[in-house]
């Protein structure tokens, strides 16, 4: 049985590379394959995805720039992009993006170890992310309106759903995420995120028992206005 809770997505019409992503997957994630950038958009934010592998050879335009809106829509997704002749200023221009490069022809081995590493670093259950978020809340003394960003400083809830869930506007909605990266002591919501995320996997599942914070997180945590 699929784990439909993972999703991997492939942004290709090369039938040898979805096939070679479908065999690495198998039934670890939900694989997801569309043949335009436009339509991959939504499947790697909503839920959000594990991994994207992008063929170049489907996109109109440059790639960068299309490589960057996804990166500045999912954060903490694993990005490959299989490009069609490697050249060494796109290297440089890819990254500061976090993402991956390989260039044709096809190197199947290394598209496996992608997705096989990928899937392996996504499994984290939310009882490990819910602990960590424990274990921050008690270091920076975090609030009940702080702790209710996380869902979408972790790319699980849309600014307007937060927003409506909590009765607020985006100028409190901003007012919020700046104080919590202030108190988290992080540069941005991205660098928290994958702080986050990271600290979660390697010591997540032993938060309690080293003694970390007792604060529960649910739907309805910070529902006041900020």
């Not at 039938?15 to 997801?32: C, K, P």
């Not at 901003?174 to 992080?186: A, D, F, M, Q």
């Amino acid at each position: 049985m699929k784990n439909v809770e993972s999703t991997f997505v492939v942004v290709s019409e090369d039938e040898g590379l979805v096939d070679i992503v479908r065999a690495a997957v198998g039934d670890l994630a939900l694989l997801q394959v569309v043949r335009s950038f436009a339509e991959a958009l939504p499947l790697v934010t909503t839920p959000p995805a594990c991994g994207v592998i992008v063929d170049g050879a489907v996109l109109r335009g440059q790639p960068v720039p299309q490589l960057a809106r996804l990166r500045s829509q999912s954060p903490l997704v694993n990005i490959l992009f299989v490009a069609v002749e490697l050249r060494s200023s796109l290297l440089n221009d890819i990254q500061p993006l976090r993402v991956e490069l390989l260039a044709r022809p096809l190197p199947g081995q290394a598209v496996e170890r992608f997705v096989k590493r990928t899937l392996s670093s996504g499994r984290l259950s939310d009882l490990q992310v819910g602990n960590w978020i424990e274990h921050l809340t008690t270091e920076h003394k975090l609030s009940n309106n702080d702790v209710a960003l996380f869902p979408l400083v972790l790319d699980r809830e849309t600014p307007e759903h937060l927003c409506a869930r909590l009765n607020i506007d985006q100028a409190a909605l901003s007012r919020g995420l700046r104080r919590l990266v202030k108190k988290c002591r992080v540069r941005n919501t991205d660098r928290l995120a994958k702080n986050l995320m990271r600290d979660a996997l390697l010591f997540g599942s032993s938060a309690h028992a080293m003694g970390y914070g007792h604060t529960t997180m649910s739907g309805d945590t910070g529902a006041s206005a900020f």
